[in-house]
């Protein structure tokens, strides 16, 4: 017969079938009130924090020059 030659620690992949356990896990414990809460203010102030760090930083990521940050100089006027 053919022999497998797989190395001793993977050995048991192919038994693996084998020993399937029918324990299943205990259900999860349902959230209170107050963890949903807290869950969901935790989401609105993530949330609140990029969209205000986005509004704060579009006028830095604008190209070009607005008309209020142009300045000209006395100087030129004159001539």
């Given at each position: 017969?053919?022999?497998?030659?797989?190395?001793v620690?993977f050995?048991f992949?192919?038994?693996?079938?084998?020993?399937?356990?029918?324990?299943?896990?205990?259900?999860?414990?349902?959230?209170?009130?107050?963890?949903?809460v807290?869950?969901?203010?935790?989401?609105?102030?993530?949330?609140?924090?990029?969209?205000g760090?986005?509004?704060?930083?579009?006028?830095?990521?604008?190209a070009?020059?607005?008309?209020?940050?142009?300045?000209q100089?006395?100087a030129?006027?004159?001539?």
């Open positions: 017969m053919f022999r497998r030659r797989e190395a620690p050995a992949v192919a038994e693996a079938d084998h020993f399937r356990s029918n324990v299943t896990p205990p259900p999860r414990e349902r959230l209170g009130a107050s963890q949903i807290g869950r969901v203010l935790l989401g609105l102030t993530v949330t609140a924090g990029l969209v760090s986005v509004v704060f930083g579009m006028p830095s990521l604008q070009g020059e607005s008309a209020t940050h142009q300045q100089s006395e030129s006027d004159n001539r």
